[in-house]
């Protein structure tokens, strides 16, 4: 990977599938694993292979169906659950074992009873175990964003030295803000030299407890961070992790800013999010970014004018891009003539001014009493004599 290049490490159904709601079979992990193959994640990490018979027949299922993206498994820093989640990506090409250890004295003192020198001997031989079962291994110190500074650095030199490839600086309860974790990212590379100078690459894994998981991912590959950890519809712990999607729209449609590329097929983003959706118990809300169903919908009557004239008046990016079919103008109270006119020609009715003056002060009164305008509405809301004049389609012979 150049460094102009950001792999996206797609958590969906490891920390995705941890958040109520979102549990998913084998054989549905493995539909997800399959979109994911094809909207081209680089890495999916199929589940914490210690966690259960079904987490780990999971991880085994996919590594024998799906194999463009490298497949990962998370272990806790202990023997038993790394040599388990090599066990379960036996039969990967390209596996990663993804190891973690939290470095805050909170997680330290009153989740681990742990102190910060038993913390620092533990990371260096799960690594080491790890290194000798994989080639590839990622070491997270969880909780890093409320970690020491000084100790956080010295347990990521502890990682490197012992064989990790990838470091995740995970802000696990999505606690900072955007400035504090680009610096972050910036004093390791400062303070460990070996990081750039040995091709370490550097991974972001957001929590939206703050809703600022993207904006700190972004943050992140600003200060050098080449993977992002995310999830579709950044589902996941809480308020969920990182979205997948806005962070790959982001950085397409602000190439001009951030000057990265990614192997994510952005038209995939909306079937993938479907895909999820009919998996777990829920879709995303209307108004989530570049997936939701109001992302390409316009009812102001200003701005359907605006995006009838030229849609990017209002939209940064065409619903294409993402896999969306088309821009939906929706009629209610705040729509202008110009979308009902739209509309009625869209239907076969081509109305003079005066008619289309009249029609629309009917199609108001409706709209403040009903929240939902349907075609058969607006029909309805026709005089007889312009319904009976209604153009019909013409099919022609090419």
């Known amino acids: 990977m150049t460094q102009k290049h950001v792999v996206f490490f797609d958590t969906t159904l490891r920390d995705g599938e941890q958040s109520p709601g979102c549990s998913m079979t084998t054989q549905e992990k493995l539909t997800m694993a399959h979109a994911l193959e094809d909207l081209g994640v680089d890495i999916i990490e199929a589940g914490f292979a210690m966690a259960s018979e079904g987490d780990f027949a999971a991880i085994a299922t996919i590594t024998q169906a799906v194999r463009k993206p490298r497949i990962a498994s998370l272990a806790r820093a202990k023997t038993e659950d790394i040599e388990m989640a090599a066990r379960a990506l036996q039969f990967a090409d390209r596996a990663r074992i993804h190891v973690f250890l939290a470095s805050s004295d909170l997680h330290l003192e009153y989740k681990l009873k742990m102190s910060r020198a038993e913390a620092l001997e533990t990371c260096g031989e799960s690594v080491r175990l790890a290194r000798s079962l994989a080639d590839d291994v990622e070491f997270s110190p969880e909780d890093a964003t409320r970690s020491d500074r000084d100790f956080l650095v010295e347990m990521v030199r502890v990682a490197v030295e012992a064989g990790a490839t990838t470091i995740n600086m995970p802000d696990t309860v999505g606690y900072t803000t955007p400035e504090e974790y680009a610096k972050m990212f910036r004093d390791v590379r400062e303070r460990i030299p070996a990081i750039d100078a040995q091709g370490i690459v550097l991974s972001s894994h957001c929590h939206d407890d703050l809703g600022l998981a993207v904006a700190n991912s972004l943050a992140a590959i600003d200060a050098g961070a080449r993977q992002v950890e995310c999830t579709i519809n950044g589902i996941g712990e809480r308020a969920g992790n990182a979205s997948l999607e806005e962070l790959a729209a982001a950085l397409y449609v602000r190439h001009d800013r951030y000057g990265v590329d ?137």
């Open 262 to 398: 990614s192997s994510i097929k952005l038209d995939q983003l909306y079937p993938t999010s479907e895909v999820l959706g009919n998996l777990i118990t829920f879709k995303p809300s209307p108004n989530k970014a570049v997936v939701g169903a109001n992302a390409f919908a316009h009812e102001s009557g200003i701005h359907q004018h605006g995006m009838l004239a030229n849609p990017l008046c209002y939209e940064i990016m065409t619903p294409q891009l993402v896999g969306v079919a088309r821009t939906h103008l929706v009629l209610g109270k705040h729509s202008g003539r110009a979308a009902l006119r739209h509309r009625l020609e869209q239907l076969g009715f081509t109305l003079t001014r005066d008619e289309l003056q009249h029609v629309y002060y009917r199609f108001v009164a409706l709209a403040d009493r009903k929240k939902n305008i349907y075609d058969q509405d607006l029909v309805g809301l026709l005089p007889d004599q312009i319904r009976e004049r209604k153009q019909e389609p013409v099919a022609e012979l090419d």
